[in-house]
């Protein structure tokens, strides 16, 4: 089996931030998932990627056309992996600007088939269909795969009641970790069946037809 | 080896004084620019076009025109000509003529432009602009090698009979270079030609242009008009110069910082660390620009971007004396030193004339046999 590559993209801006401790907890859940089809964890390449590392190479990239070697080695593992998790701040009702900035940076075809587990953070509940109302129409716009559960916390859901005596988060059917297992499930399915890391793309592929004289030939 | 400069034509304000020359200042000096290029031994002045403020290039012709007048050497370019927007019977016409006036002292580089708006302005399409270089281009190039042209594009108004005027001087039309910065269907297109591909890549990391001059060169031999090593290539360049090193740091910040296209983005530093700019003495130019050819091979034609960004006339002048008296002249001897000989000379007429009439001497003897 060859390895499977996940990227991770978190675009909380504090360290450490709520936005990358959901990042972390989808990772393990997708990682444990895969384990659970028969893809051990060994087997699993997983690259996160903090935008906040990279946010002045996003801006720069966005002023003059070209990234930086750091930001290119982002790019890279973002758009060549089998999977992608995908979270961010909810501000202002929508993803955040410097989430936004990194997903204008990718060539507009780079994520066509790529499966995506969409997840956002917030203060509030309130802002939990941003993932459905805005994520969601921006990956259907690049021809990604955003699967149908996406995972949204709210700052009250990393202190939900805990059951008397246990240590464990509630499991109930809208609980956060719950959500999470679900998420995490569906991506590890297309995960394990992609090849999206294994195929190469040639950078000079001419598009079907092409001829340099023209549609009309030399006449 | 050809050195020369290239310019977009803008008028920006000076970020030091906050004065910004007229349009009319600008054409002039723009001039004054040209003529000492070719009074410190540079090679090549090429010219872009626009049709929007803040540049004044519209009209290069009637620029490159002028400026023959004056100069005796200088090969007079573009950088670039847009092969998309303007009709290519007006590019074959107005290109002959200055070639006749300039003694031959003529190519033209095309180019698509990177303003979206001048497409719908010239009644264009952007979703277009490969086809249209790509159509526009093949006409261009039968109007300039056959008298008579019957032809029908999807792009415009047919053609029956139709001679462009005047016919190139001495039977050959001026070199033609393509410009491309991403596409490789312009690499395949100047391979195909077998013209010249110029790669301007100043805003950019040399990684993506090795790929893209690689790929150039092997579709140049593909289509067999030599080895990959013998096509032509022209790159981009960008300097600033002080004998101090420091100095040259501490002029050009200013002018970088508030630079149309990079400015307020990258550090200097990483921006020169990660393309050709470079700021600091005439040697540490001369040891960036040595290198290109172990990125790139054995090249023809190298284009410095030397009077943007608001640097006065005065400064342009003084650079263009560095780069024509301590910079190109180790550049020309670096260059030459272990050059094959079978790699071309930058383009001149009277290569391309000397090279047709090898061509077309067996042939005519051949016809003679047959008729």
Same mark, same amino acid.
């Given at each position: 089996?060859?390895?499977?590559?996940?990227?991770?993209? *978190?675009?909380?801006?504090? =360290? $450490?931030?709520?936005?990358?401790l959901l990042a972390d907890r989808l990772t393990e859940a997708t990682v444990r998932a895969l384990e659970g089809t028969g893809v051990a964890s060994t087997e699993v390449e997983v690259t996160v990627i903090e935008l906040r590392d990279v946010a002045q190479d996003?801006?720069?990239?966005?002023?003059?056309?070209?990234?930086?070697?750091?930001?290119? *080695?982002?790019? =890279?593992?973002?758009?060549?992996?089998?999977?992608? !998790?995908?979270?961010? $701040?909810i501000f202002t009702t929508s993803y955040s600007g410097l989430f936004k900035s990194f997903i204008d940076v990718l060539d507009p075809q780079a994520l066509t088939g790529m499966p995506v587990l969409l997840g956002a953070t917030g203060g509030t509940e309130r802002h939990s269909l941003a !993932?459905?109302?805005?994520?969601?129409?921006?990956?259907?716009?690049l021809h990604a795969v955003a699967l149908p559960t996406g995972v949204y916390a709210a700052s009250s859901d990393w202190g939900g009641p805990t059951p008397a005596g246990s240590g464990a988060?509630?499991?109930?059917?809208?609980?956060?970790?719950?959500? !999470?297992?679900?998420?995490?499930? @569906?991506?590890?399915? #297309?995960?394990? *069946?992609?090849?999206?890391? =294994? =195929?190469? #793309?040639?950078?000079?592929?001419?598009?079907e037809g092409f001829s340099p004289v023209g549609a009309f030939g030399a006449q | 080896?050809?050195?020369?400069?290239?310019?977009?034509?803008?008028?920006? *304000?000076d970020p030091t004084d906050d004065t910004t020359p007229t349009e009319g200042e600008r054409i002039k000096a723009l001039v004054t620019i040209a003529k000492k290029a070719e009074e410190v031994g540079l090679d090549v002045f090429a010219l872009g076009e626009h049709h929007n403020p803040p540049f004044v290039s519209s009209s290069p012709t009637t620029m490159l025109g002028y400026i023959a007048a004056q100069t005796t050497d200088l090969i007079l370019s573009t950088s670039t000509t847009l092969i998309t927007t303007n009709d290519p019977v007006k590019i074959a016409e107005d290109y002959a003529m200055l070639q006749h006036l300039a003694d031959g002292r003529v190519d033209v580089m095309m180019g698509r432009g990177n303003t979206g708006p001048v497409y719908p302005w010239f009644g264009k399409d952007i979703r277009d602009?490969?086809?249209?270089? !790509?159509?526009?281009?093949?006409?261009? #190039?039968?109007?300039?090698r056959e008298d008579f042209v019957d032809w029908q594009g999807q792009y415009r108004t047919p053609l029956q009979g139709f001679q462009s005027t005047p016919r190139p001087l001495d039977g050959v039309p001026p070199f033609v270079w393509h410009g491309s910065i991403r596409s490789p269907e312009i690499a395949e297109q100047a391979a195909f030609y077998g013209d010249g591909f110029f790669a301007n890549n100043i805003f950019w990391p040399k990684e993506h242009y090795m790929r893209l001059i690689g790929y150039y060169r092997q579709r140049f031999e593909h289509y067999g008009h030599g080895t990959a090593a013998q096509a032509i290539v022209g790159l981009g360049g960008q300097a600033f110069m002080r004998a101090k090193s420091q100095d040259a740091v501490n002029e050009f910040r200013p002018y970088f910082d508030n630079a149309p296209v990079y400015g307020h983005g990258p550090s200097m530093e990483d921006f020169t660390a990660q393309t050709p700019l470079t700021v600091g003495s005439p040697q540490e130019v001369i040891d960036k620009y040595a290198g290109m050819r172990d990125h790139f091979g054995d090249y023809q034609r190298q284009l410095f971007l030397m009077d943007h960004a608001g640097l006065p006339l005065k400064t342009v002048l003084e650079q263009l004396d560095i780069l024509g008296e301590e910079v190109v002249p180790?550049?020309?001897? @670096?260059?030459?030193?272990?050059? $094959?000989?079978?790699?071309?000379?930058?383009?001149? #007429?009277?290569?391309?004339?000397?090279?047709?009439?090898?061509?077309?001497?067996?042939v005519e003897t051949s016809q003679a046999v047959t008729a």
């Open positions: 089996m060859t390895a499977r590559k996940l990227a991770v993209v *978190t675009a909380g801006l504090s =360290q $450490p931030s709520s936005t990358r996003v801006t720069n990239n966005l002023l003059t056309g070209f990234a930086s070697p750091k930001l290119e *080695t982002a790019i =890279q593992a973002v758009t060549g992996a089998d999977g992608l !998790i995908a979270v961010t $701040p !993932i459905d109302y805005a994520m969601r129409p921006l990956f259907s716009y988060p509630v499991r109930s059917a809208d609980g956060l970790a719950d959500r !999470i297992e679900r998420a995490a499930s @569906e991506l590890a399915a #297309h995960v394990r *069946t992609s090849d999206r890391s =294994q =195929q190469v #793309h040639d950078p000079f592929a001419l598009p | 080896m050809q050195f020369g400069i290239f310019t977009v034509s803008d008028v920006t *304000t602009g490969i086809p249209l270089a !790509i159509e526009n281009y093949a006409l261009l #190039h039968r109007l300039w180790v550049l020309r001897k @670096e260059f030459a030193a272990n050059r $094959p000989a079978d790699v071309p000379e930058g383009p001149t #007429h009277a290569a391309l004339v000397a090279a047709a009439a090898a061509r077309v001497e067996p």
